[in-house]
Antibody, heavy 120, light 107 residues
């Protein structure tokens, strides 16, 4: 059974860079059939797609975040990562990693999510 | 961006009721529309993809229909475990925006 697990600091200071890693187990991140993405949800609010990556390294970003986002993949570790720079309180959210069936398509497997709070 | 208008924002229904949620896209998205269920403190769960396809393992009381700009999600007979927030999501264009969500409660 495929599993995804987010990891990283739960507290980030304003203006710094948020860094999270998603470890995939029970399947290969190098499968040609899938993309791997990040989605976030501010407390009590809706869902926002951040971006996705293919195992080859091709990336796709939400234009609203593109200037601050970098998603990368490490196929040797079966992991992909998110970096969000210059964070503010508005970036406080639960961050989920997920498997997409297309670039930004149906997400059939999700991590449990990790809360990242931006505060000094 | 393609905007998604989901309604209602909240809904109260009784066990056994038929429940319907609608989602309208600001432009034609063909059938590139998904429906998710999210329970408190949990990750969203994919229920319906490509407007009408039931994800493996999802009970048959859940269904979806529509194409173009107008879509419907239906629970044929509401069960207590269906209490959750439901989201539609288009993926015809980037970014794949979600609807605002429908919070479903038991009456």
């Amino acid at each position: 059974q495929l599993q995804l697990q987010e990891s990283g600091p739960g507290l980030v200071k304003p203006s710094e860079t948020l860094s999270l890693t998603c470890t995939v187990s029970g399947g290969s991140i190098s499968s040609s059939s899938y993309y791997w993405g990040w989605i976030r949800q501010p407390p009590g609010k809706g869902l926002e797609w951040i971006g996705s990556i293919y195992y080859s390294g091709s990336t796709y970003y939400n234009p609203s975040l593109k200037s601050r986002v970098t998603i990368s993949v490490d196929t040797s570790k079966n992991q992909f990562s998110l970096k969000l720079s210059s964070v503010t309180a508005a970036d406080t959210a639960v961050y989920y990693c997920a498997r997409h069936l297309a670039v930004a398509g149906p997400s059939d497997y999700w991590g449990q999510g990790t809360l990242v709070t931006v505060s000094s | 961006d393609i905007q998604m208008t989901q309604s209602p924002s909240s809904l109260s229904a009784s066990v056994g009721d038929r429940v319907t949620i609608t989602c309208q896209a600001s432009q034609d998205i063909s059938n590139y529309l998904n429906w998710y269920q999210q329970k408190p403190g949990k990750a969203p769960k994919l229920l319906i993809y490509d407007a009408s396809n039931l994800e493996t393992g999802v009970p048959s009381r859940f269904s979806g229909s529509g194409s173009g700009t107008d879509f419907t999600f239906t629970i044929s007979s509401l069960q207590p475990e269906d209490i959750a927030t439901y989201y539609c999501q288009q993926y015809d264009n980037l970014p794949p925006l979600f609807g605002q969500g429908t919070k479903l409660e038991i009456k």
